[in-house]
């Protein structure tokens, strides 16, 4: 029974209407054993109507199968499945379980949101998740996208979580409500009901106070005390039957039951199925019959009902099994195992938990296991399963093999730390050439994303020396990515075969390995400062790739890496766009936050900073879902460079987060770019004070952003009276034009030059800036030299040719909605004896960042579910955002959204 709790029960009715008026959301419910959670939700979905319910829950011992809290929460709308689209359809059923062969895990989740939000058109669903923390991983990354992602669904997600379990469940950015004990009235209303008399308040407040108002072990007391207790006319024993806690009062229940009773409810305890045959079928191997099961049924410690077994509650599970011998445990599952011969999964589990040595067959069920669970991306349990399979493997070599690729699937399930466990593990075993190579590219991976860059390319620095012994052609692509890695700034004690550095491919090498090579050389011309081998090599690296375009992991992602590092803007832009939209098709979530995250650059640098915006935003949540938080940095920090170039106050709480995010959290490779646009955006929200702003400046070290930034800084400079700044900046700006050649990078040494020249040469040196920018899609660049020339200009008292030149900044300012920079030339353009109007212009700048990618999408001529998969989201989301896109933009049809001249 459920007492009191009007507060929680408000929260969750609070959910429930929003889920009805198209408002979706999640609550998750947390509170120690016995707080009351399970009952909290099945009231509220007991009281609801017309509402279609799904429920599932998490098993102790099902937790290393992959999808399986999912399969039984999906098992009821199953046929919508049908209606998917197919990558969805496929992705969904290969995860179920339903058909065989490749799965992949976010086209999964997103068939899951999309059958969710299907089911919803007809009535709202509401979706009850109890005991989360005992949720198979695979379920858990599952059911935590869609939370993230329900907005203008009828959906309601509540989850029962566990507090003080070793296994958590942990989603600390969904909304929280926490059961604390109950008192006074409310543990009347408990003590009562299963007393069946009212309870001596001074009894009560005792009982109250020994056991912290937990609602169950108050129901449990008063069953156990006798009348006389209760009424406060005999004494309480002491200790109370429930001092050791709920767990042992049910201990206590299952040792006074005959040993066939307690063989069977041991059977119950480690089943994961439910199921009266499976349960039955195990206790017969175990000489327990009817009569045990009808003993522990009297015993109040399960029901039956129909073909299923519930256990009374979850700690009769923990606290049965815990106390069981560890012959008994084995016995328990290996009766199991012989009942579960339609199952070979939870059958190979239950014989792996039944042996304590190397055990051939069940390894070999083990790999199956694995193999099944990595096809559906069930990465987590794949992993479990070869870690099990490893332990009972009696050759090192088989060993070492089974831990390596463990330690890849828990990499590829978003678990850096036991990724990083296993590969240690499997170190030691490992002689192999090939796979030694493959281990540590995998170590460096994990080191570069999560620890150390330097580690990392330390980590590749000994995987292409492996791989040259066996496969060349590994280690010429591992050489590559060593180098890509020096050009973010990556240090070894290593040194590398100079052979490898230098090495040339054969003369009749394909296309995509002659541009591999080429990348290498201009990845060496980045770290070494040499800009004109770098230009050069990583343009003929493009060449090479025109006619037959990149898709492969490596390549091509480190071509559009290459193009940033040149300031090659137009085809970063487009390197990246191809990506994105290859990720897209995929549904390969991880890549897509990747060239999210990365084309924002360009897009930051030419000006298109509305995408640049959108593409933080989207970004975000992706790479909160790979369960990587040092991940989440990077977008945050992003999300508050743009909010800074705009002028925004939402810049500071945002800095303020990225932070916390590298306080806690290993932020690997991207921590030196993070920490750099934490620095820009710092100065930019510092420009009032231009020593700040400097400091910050001054700090940054990445030379494609500190690039960016020049412009920035040489306008502090000359506010704060700091030739000597520019002359630095300056400096280097010209040794990188000078090889690389970039139009940009000639319009900027242009413009500093000018700065520190005097009359007629800083007039020339002003106009060959112009001149270069024309040639340079970096619109804020070009907006910033109309400015500083037109304030030149006026200083001068040439007040009549001053104004073309504020005029153009005005308005390519207010383009890009860089509110301090536009109201700079408008006071400008009025000091000049010109009033500064505001024009009128046709941009996306009112629309939100998700209206934005939505009004993209559709522009390109994309229905709204086509949309939907492309951004992670369901089709009614998007609807929401387009009928939003809509009105803010007065169009009345998809037909006149596409004939806009807008910039989305």
Not at 259 to 272: G, H, I, K, R, S
């Amino acid at each position: 029974m459920l007492a009191g709790r009007g507060v929680e029960r408000a929260a969750v009715t609070r959910l429930l209407e929003s889920a009805r008026d198209g408002r979706g959301g999640s609550l998750v419910v947390r509170g120690v054993a016995g707080a009351g959670k399970s009952t909290l939700l099945a009231e509220a979905v007991t009281d609801a109507e017309d509402v279609i319910v799904l429920r599932t829950s998490g098993v102790e011992s099902e937790s290393p199968l992959a999808f399986a809290a999912l399969q039984r929460l999906l098992w009821p709308v199953r046929s919508r499945i049908d209606a998917l689209p197919v990558p969805q359809q496929t992705a969904l059923r290969t995860a179920l379980g339903e058909r065989e062969g490749d799965g992949d895990r976010f086209l999964t989740f997103m068939g899951i949101l999309s059958v969710l939000a299907d089911a919803a058109e007809e009535a709202p669903v509401v979706v009850v998740v109890d005991d989360a923390h005992w949720l198979d991983d695979a379920s858990t990354a599952a059911l935590l996208f869609t939370a993230r992602r329900i907005q203008a669904e009828r959906v309601a997600l509540l989850f029962a979580a566990r507090d003080g379990d070793p296994r958590r469940f942990d989603a600390p950015d969904l909304p929280t409500l926490s059961l604390a004990g109950v008192s006074g009235p409310d543990a009347d209303a408990l003590l009562a009901g299963t007393a069946g008399r009212v309870v001596e308040a001074a009894v009560r407040d005792h009982l109250v106070a020994a056991t912290g108002g937990n609602p169950l072990a108050l129901v449990e007391l008063g069953a156990a005390l006798t009348p006389e207790q209760l009424a406060g006319a005999a004494p309480m024993p002491s200790p109370l039957p429930l001092t050791d806690g709920v767990e042992r009062a049910f201990l206590d229940r299952y040792r006074r039951l005959p040993e066939a009773a307690q063989q069977l409810l041991l059977v119950a305890c480690a089943d994961d199925t439910g199921r009266v045959s499976v349960i039955r079928g195990a206790a017969d191997r175990l000489h327990a019959d009817d009569d045990a099961l009808e003993e522990v049924e009297r015993a109040g410690l399960l029901s039956v009902t129909g073909s299923q077994v519930a256990l009374y509650h979850p700690l009769v599970r923990s606290a049965v099994y815990t106390a069981a011998t560890s012959a008994g445990r084995r016995a328990a599952h290996q009766a199991l195992a012989d009942a579960l011969g339609d199952d070979p999964d939870r059958r190979a589990w239950h014989l792996a938990a039944a042996t304590d040595r190397a055990d051939d067959n069940v390894v070999a069920a083990l790999d199956a296991v694995a193999a099944r669970a990595a096809g559906r991306g069930g990465h987590e349990a794949a992993a479990a399963a070869w870690a099990r399979a490893a332990e009972l493997t009696s050759s090192s070599p088989d060993r070492g093999r089974r831990l390596y690729r463990a330690a890849s699937s828990a990499w590829l399930g978003a678990h850096p730390p036991q990724a990083a466990a296993l590969a240690n593990a499997a170190d030691p075993h490992i002689d192999d050439p090939h796979l030694r190579a493959q281990l540590l590219t995998l170590q460096g991976q994990i080191a570069w994303n999560t620890r150390s860059l330097n580690d990392g390319y330390d980590f590749v620095l000994q995987a292409a020396e492996v791989a040259d012994r066996v496969d060349p052609a590994m280690a010429a692509q591992l050489v590559m990515l060593a180098a890509a890695l020096a050009a973010f700034g990556a240090h070894s004690p290593r040194q590398l075969d100079q052979a490898l550095w230098h090495r040339a491919p054969a003369p009749d090498a394909p296309a995509h390995g002659l541009a591999a090579a080429a990348l290498l050389r201009g990845f060496r011309g980045v770290a070494d400062g040499n800009w004109a081998l770098a230009a050069e090599s990583i343009r003929a690296a493009f060449e090479l790739v025109d006619a037959d375009p990149a898709d492969d992991h490596v390549l091509q992602p480190n071509l559009a890496i290459a193009a940033f590092l040149i300031d090659d803007d137009e085809s970063s832009l487009r390197l990246h766009d191809e990506q994105l939209t290859i990720a897209r098709r995929d549904g390969a979530l991880t890549m897509v936050e990747h060239a999210l995250t990365r084309g924002f650059w360009s897009q930051v640098a030419t000006g298109a900073w509305a995408k640049a915006a959108a593409a933080a935003v989207e970004a975000l949540p992706l790479a909160a879902s790979t369960g990587h938080v040092g991940m989440t940095a990077l977008p945050t920090v992003e999300v508050a460079l743009m909010a800074a170039l705009r002028g925004e106050d939402t810049a500071e709480a945002l800095l303020e987060t990225v932070a916390q995010i590298r306080r806690a959290h290993r932020v690997g490779i991207t921590d030196g770019l993070v920490v750099d646009l934490v620095h820009w955006a710092s100065a930019l929200r510092a420009s009032a004070h231009p020593a700040v702003a400097l400091h910050h400046f001054e700090q940054m070290t990445n030379p494609p952003l500190r690039r960016m930034a020049t412009l920035d800084v040489f306008d502090a400079a000359a506010r704060g009276d700091r030739p000597d700044i520019v002359r630095t900046w300056l400096a280097d700006m010209e040794a990188f034009a000078a090889g690389a050649g970039a139009p940009a990078a000639c319009a900027v040494v242009e413009h500093g030059w000018a700065l520190l020249a005097d009359g007629d040469d800083a007039e020339r040196h002003f106009r060959a800036a112009l001149a270069a920018h024309a040639s340079s899609v970096r619109i804020p660049d070009r907006a910033k030299t109309e400015l500083a020339f037109g304030e030149w200009l006026r200083r001068a008292r040439r007040r009549v040719d001053a104004r073309e030149h504020l005029r153009s900044a005005a308005a390519l300012f207010e383009e890009l909605g860089a509110t301090a920079w536009a109201e700079r030339a408008g006071q400008e353009l009025r000091a000049s004896g010109e009033k500064a109007r505001r024009r009128d212009v046709s941009t996306a700048t009112a629309l939100t960042a998700q209206e934005r990618q939505v009004a993209a999408l559709v522009r390109q001529g994309l229905s709204n579910r086509d949309a939907a998969a492309r951004l992670f989201v369901s089709p009614r989301t998007v609807d929401f955002h387009l009928r939003n896109v809509f009105t803010k933009l007065g169009v009345a049809s998809r037909a006149e959204l596409m004939a806009m001249p807008l910039e989305v």
